[in-house]
Structure formats: structure tokens, C-alpha cells
């Protein structure tokens, strides 16, 4: 059948006429199918909602237990069918629950992509390529000056500074979900087996994730109580990149300010947020790795959403692929 019919874009976001079903939508809806926990993608109000557990799980943290009248949990790998559209859920490596989601029907797939990225990450499942005739790819990063370096090589500039400014506190922001606890797994991978200070908004969700499995090794509250001193010289400390802004960080023994995302690529963005150690760490694909996801699953036709989609459209027409970009609204890089 013809995929418009399966799956098109509305102003409250993909909608499968024949499921009756949203895919990530902006508003809330009757049924929605929710590929991970970012706000730009996992809002609550919806009055069904199908995801992963984990995702339910952190929605559920983020929200409240009230975040939907009715969830309903998915297994990667596993196939639900809604009026008669087969629905399944398939890492997407980007957060800890984070899906791509295949649609199926009268013999057309098409598959969501969500957010992902192709990078080695171990706090969550690895993206799985999933053969498709259409594929709705992010493009976050999608022009060709984004190539992100190792995230390993970035966090080794976060321990030569704490070696070098052993005096100075190293604050990083990160993003709650997914980059905070990706940001962590790496400092411990590179060895570092001291404490990591926590901002009080990130303890719940990290919490959660070493509930799941994933190690982040000793955690402790940011908190003055008890210390001699405003103390943390040398200690590494992480919170939401708001908090930087405010009293919270003036807390800390002349603190360096560090930043993990992909957008530390683009010197103006370090700048603009009075960012002194940026680090080129991002939970998206980069241009090159875009290009190779769709090579590899060599769908018939590509569309591209929430990002630079032009420019990757171009790339697809070029490589002999249909292309076209959605221009969804309402999604953001919370993520990264």
C-alpha cells in the first residue's frame, strides 16, 4: 500500500489512520506509541500509551504515576497488532528504553526511527537496523561539519583538567536522561573510581538506571552539609545545565564549567553558555554515521524529521533514494 496511507504527519504529530494510533505526538491523544523518554517525545495526558517498560518506567519518574490512563509495556522484538497494523519496538541506542518503531501493514513497513545514534554506549541497548521500505530518520546533526570525535578522547580532557586544576571544581552539565548516566559510565570506563557529585535533579533517574543494571559507581548528593569548608576542589560534579545559572553553582571552589553535547562542536554555542571545557559528547548520529544508516538499511524512501533535514534529503536524492523532509514541530534537542 502506499506509506502516506499507512503513516503521515498531522500538527499533533505521525498518525496511522488505520491504527488510530500517534507516533511521539505533541498533544495528548487517545493512543500514542512512545519511542523514548525525552519531553520533546514522551508527554504526558495521552490516555494510552505503548512503549517500552523502561520508558513507561521513566515517564513515569518524570510525571507522575498519572502521566496516561492506560500503559501497556512492549518487549523489544515482540509485535503487538492494533486494528489490524503490526507493531514492533527495536533498540535505538540513544537512552536506556529507547526505540525505533516498525508499522506494518498490507505488506508496507515503515520504520520510526526516534532519536538514535550508533555509537558504543553502556547504559543502554544498542541500535538494531531494521529492514524497512521507508525510513523516518532523525537529523539532529544532519550536515556534513558534524563529526564527532571519541567520546572516550573527550572524556579523558575532563580528567587531565581535574589533574591539571586539581584546586578547581569541574561542574559538567549534562542532560538528565541518558546524557548524565552516559556521561558517568565513561568517566568511570576511562578509571576513575572516586565519588561523582550528583545536583539533586539527576539522583532519581540515576537512580533508576543502576536499578536497571547499569554501574555508575559511587554516587553522592552536591549538598555543603557536612563538609568543611566550601570544599569539592578537584571532585567532579554534575548537574542539568539550568542549574549553572543559578545559586547552586556558586557553591563550588572556583568552578570550571564543562559541557557534554554534541553542540559543543560549534565554538559560538560553548561561548554563549560560558563554557570553559567543552566536551563533543552526543546521544545523535553525526553525518557521516546518518549516511551509513541509511546505506545499510537500503530502504525505498527515506523521510527526515526534526533536524538539519534538508540537507540530508539532498544527500538521499543524490545516493538514488527517494527523500523528503517532514518538517515536524515541536521537537527538540533535550537529549543531547
Request: net charge negative.
Given at each position: 500500500?502506499?506509506?502516506?496511507?499507512?503513516?503521515h504527519?498531522?500538527?499533533?504529530?505521525?498518525?496511522?489512520?488505520i491504527?488510530?494510533?500517534?507516533v511521539?505526538?505533541?498533544?495528548p491523544?487517545?493512543?500514542a506509541?512512545?519511542?523514548?523518554?525525552?519531553?520533546?517525545h514522551?508527554?504526558?495526558g495521552?490516555r494510552?500509551v505503548l512503549a517500552t517498560?523502561?520508558?513507561?518506567?521513566?515517564m513515569?519518574i518524570r510525571?507522575?504515576a498519572g502521566?496516561?490512563?492506560q500503559?501497556?509495556?512492549i518487549?523489544f522484538?515482540?509485535?503487538?497488532?492494533?486494528?489490524?497494523?503490526a507493531?514492533s519496538?527495536h533498540p535505538?541506542?540513544h537512552?536506556?528504553g529507547?526505540?525505533?518503531?516498525?508499522i506494518?501493514h498490507?505488506g508496507t513497513?515503515i520504520?520510526?526511527?526516534?532519536?538514535?545514534?550508533?555509537?558504543?554506549?553502556?547504559?543502554c541497548?544498542?541500535?538494531?537496523?531494521?529492514?524497512?521500505?521507508?525510513?523516518?530518520?532523525e537529523a539532529t546533526?544532519?550536515?556534513p561539519v558534524?563529526?564527532?570525535?571519541?567520546?572516550?578522547r573527550e572524556?579523558?580532557?575532563?580528567?587531565h583538567?581535574?589533574?591539571?586544576f586539581?584546586?578547581?571544581s569541574?561542574l559538567v552539565?549534562?542532560?538528565?536522561l541518558?546524557?548524565?548516566?552516559?556521561?558517568?559510565?565513561?568517566i568511570r570506563r576511562?578509571?576513575?573510581d572516586r565519588?561523582?557529585?550528583?545536583?539533586g535533579?539527576?539522583?532519581?533517574?540515576c537512580d533508576?538506571?543502576?536499578?536497571q543494571?547499569?554501574?555508575?559507581g559511587?554516587?553522592?548528593?552536591?549538598?555543603?552539609?557536612g563538609?568543611?569548608?566550601p570544599?569539592?576542589?578537584?571532585?567532579?560534579?554534575?548537574g542539568p545545565?539550568?542549574a549553572?545559572n543559578d545559586r547552586?553553582?556558586?557553591r563550588?571552589?572556583?568552578?570550571l564549567?564543562?559541557?557534554a553535547s554534541?553542540w559543543?562542536?560549534?565554538?559560538?554555542r560553548?561561548?554563549?553558555?560560558?563554557v570553559e571545557?567543552?566536551?563533543v559528547?552526543s546521544?545523535?548520529?553525526d553525518?557521516?554515521?546518518?549516511?551509513?544508516t541509511?546505506s545499510?538499511?537500503?530502504p525505498?524512501?527515506?523521510?527526515?524529521?526534526?533536524?538539519?533535514e534538508?540537507?540530508?534529503?539532498?544527500?538521499?536524492?543524490?545516493?538514488?533514494?527517494a527523500?523528503?523532509?517532514?518538517?515536524l514541530?515541536?521537537?527538540?534537542?533535550?537529549?543531547?
Open positions: 500500500m502506499k506509506a502516506d496511507l499507512l503513516l504527519p498531522t500538527p499533533a504529530g505521525l498518525h496511522c489512520p491504527g488510530s494510533f500517534y511521539d505526538p505533541v498533544r491523544v487517545d493512543r506509541l512512545i519511542t523514548h523518554g525525552h519531553s520533546d514522551a508527554r504526558a495521552h494510552h517498560r523502561q520508558t513507561l518506567d521513566i513515569k510525571y507522575g502521566f496516561c490512563q500503559e501497556q509495556a518487549a522484538g515482540d509485535t503487538v497488532h492494533i486494528d489490524g497494523v507493531v519496538f535505538a541506542g537512552v536506556l529507547s526505540a525505533q518503531i516498525a506494518e498490507a513497513r520504520v520510526v526511527s526516534g532519536d538514535y545514534k550508533r555509537g558504543d554506549d553502556q547504559t541497548a544498542g541500535f538494531e537496523p531494521v529492514a524497512c521500505d521507508v525510513f523516518i530518520t546533526f544532519g550536515l558534524f563529526h564527532h570525535p571519541d567520546p572516550l572524556t579523558a580532557k575532563l580528567l583538567s581535574i589533574a591539571q586539581p584546586g578547581r569541574h552539565g549534562a542532560y538528565a541518558g546524557k548524565a548516566q552516559r556521561v558517568i559510565s565513561l576511562s578509571g576513575y565519588p561523582i557529585f550528583l545536583h535533579a539527576l539522583t532519581r533517574l533508576y538506571y543502576q536499578e543494571g547499569v554501574d555508575l559511587d554516587l553522592r548528593p552536591a549538598t555543603i552539609e563538609r568543611k569548608g570544599g569539592f576542589e578537584g571532585e567532579i560534579i554534575i545545565p539550568s549553572f547552586w553553582a556558586r563550588f571552589t572556583d568552578p564549567i564543562a559541557f554534541g559543543m562542536m560549534v565554538r559560538q560553548a561561548k554563549q553558555r560560558g571545557l567543552p566536551l559528547i546521544d545523535h548520529c553525518w557521516p554515521e546518518l549516511k551509513a541509511i545499510e538499511i537500503r525505498a524512501e527515506v523521510w527526515v524529521t526534526h533536524g538539519r534538508e540537507a540530508l534529503v539532498r544527500w538521499c536524492e543524490l545516493a538514488g533514494i527523500a523528503r523532509p517532514l518538517h514541530v515541536g521537537y527538540e534537542d533535550e537529549g543531547d
